[in-house]
């Protein structure tokens, strides 16, 4: 496997502007006398169309886009303190059918982080993209996603493979996706919106607590089934057409609510909150 790197600093203090060869915008910045500085580094590897991509950071966000060529496209923007950007390293292990990158810290409490953006093969599959103090946002692969971050967003949109993400203290959002395993996150809301949905093997769990959970699909084209669960927040579903077989308990504060629409069984469920039915207008 080979790589071709091309490193870019950009350091701007008050008063004083360096750019480099490339032309890249610099980010000004000055706090507590020290100088603020901007690391970008680009690297290209050969890559099946075919293979799994594993990231793991810390304390930044990771940015997964998709082309039709077989390579992966990995940009390193490492922001922080001038002096603490040496302690962080990027480790990436490439095999034949895989590529793992890992964010490492030499020391601890640093002021500095890095993101990770990525362009991979459409068919990539993303086995475990996980991070921490940041937001994940996947577009375009048709493979499978397996995503997970705390104190941060997850945003999927324009993904055919079977998807499961995970978040804390942090929103959900997915547009366009077919294929949904599983959605959980806490003290967030969880958005769904998709003109079509297929099946997942066990179904589609979404769960969320002290959050709003909002579902909304034109068309179910595979059987499949639905479970959304909150506590604290209310679920609203806009659905294709009228549905049937409806049977609802009421709770103290909340209700259980079961029905077909299509080819899709759900069973809603919500502790302190409403739930709402809406027939998709056309």
Do not use: W
């Amino acid at each position: 496997m080979i790589a071709l790197i091309l490193t870019i600093s950009t350091l701007i203090a008050v008063g004083l502007y360096v750019s480099g060869a490339y032309s890249v915008q610099s980010i000004s910045s000055c706090f507590c006398s020290h100088f603020y500085e901007t690391e970008e580094k680009i690297t290209t590897y050969s890559f099946g169309d075919t293979g799994k991509l594993l990231v793991k950071n810390n304390n930044g966000s990771i940015t997964i886009s998709a082309h039709q060529h077989n390579t992966i496209i990995l940009k390193e923007i490492k922001k922080g303190d001038k002096k603490d950007l040496p302690f962080i390293k990027t480790e990436v292990i490439p095999e034949p059918d895989s590529l793992s990158i890992k964010t490492l810290y030499d020391k601890k409490n640093i002021n500095a982080a890095v993101s990770y953006e990525l362009i991979v093969p459409v068919s990539t599959i993303l086995q475990d993209i996980q991070t921490s103090n940041g937001k994940i946002a996947v577009e375009g692969v048709t493979s499978s996603v397996n995503a997970k971050t705390s104190n941060g967003k997850i945003y999927l949109t324009k993904v055919t493979g079977i998807i499961q993400a995970e978040t804390s203290n942090g929103s959900i959002e997915i547009k366009n996706c077919t294929r949904i395993a599983k959605l959980k996150t806490s003290n967030g809301v969880i958005t769904l919106q998709s003109e079509q949905m297929g099946s997942s093997p066990r179904g589609t769990v979404i769960t969320t607590s002290n959050g709003t959970i909002i579902f909304i699909c034109d068309d179910f084209d595979e059987h499949n089934h639905f479970k959304l669960f909150t506590s604290n927040g209310a679920i609203s579903l806009t659905l294709p057409e009228k549905p049937s077989n409806y049977q609802s308990s009421d709770q103290l504060a909340g209700g259980r609510v079961s029905f077909t629409c299509g080819k899709a069984s759900f069973v809603t469920e919500t502790n302190v909150g409403s739930i709402t039915i809406n027939e998709r207008s056309r």
